[in-house]
């Protein structure tokens, strides 16, 4: 399998996804990130048109805490069980950092990003901002899980 991750400079998005990282900015600020200083926001654009939005919740006890992407799709879920999410971008910061730090989901967050696709039968791509402006574009879990587990009967 060929992984295909487009590489896109911030101004070349269109401005749907420029919305969607700029409201995962936002609320990257709210992140509860004590322990690790590393606030991470996701905002995720689900088919009915709702964009949603989430930060990281961590907790002393650190297997305990949630990423923002699990907490923005859980909440999707859970608000609005029909409508299939159909783009997250999420972004990252180190406190008192200017910059954006490279991002990518988490291996629990990328099984989690699996089962949504296969919930709706839909792939969601992925856009994840890093330094200097630099977005890189997914198009499906699989291009970040290619041996991805789908299957308890397998």
């Known amino acids: 399998m060929k992984t295909e991750i487009e590489e896109l400079m911030l101004d070349e998005l269109n401005s749907i996804e420029q919305n969607l990282i700029s ?5 990257s600020k709210q992140a509860y990130a004590p322990y690790s200083g590393f606030h991470v926001g996701a905002a995720v654009l689900l088919e009915n048109g709702e964009i949603l939005q989430s930060s990281n919740q961590e907790n002393v006890s650190f297997p305990t805490g949630v990423c923002a992407e699990r907490l923005v799709l859980g909440y999707a879920g859970a608000n609005f069980p029909n409508s299939a999410p159909i783009m997250l971008a999420v972004v990252a910061q180190r ?3 200017e910059t954006w730090a490279g991002v990518s989901p988490c291996g629990i967050c990328r099984q989690t990003i699996n089962e949504v696709e296969n919930r709706f039968q839909k792939s969601v791509t992925m ?3 890093g330094p200097n402006g630099l977005v890189r574009r997914v198009k499906g879990i699989s291009q970040l899980l290619p041996l991805k587990f789908d299957d308890l009967k397998s």
């Open 23 to 27: 409201r995962a900015q936002e609320i």
């Open 95 to 97: 406190g008192g950092e």
């Open 127 to 129: 856009l994840f901002l």
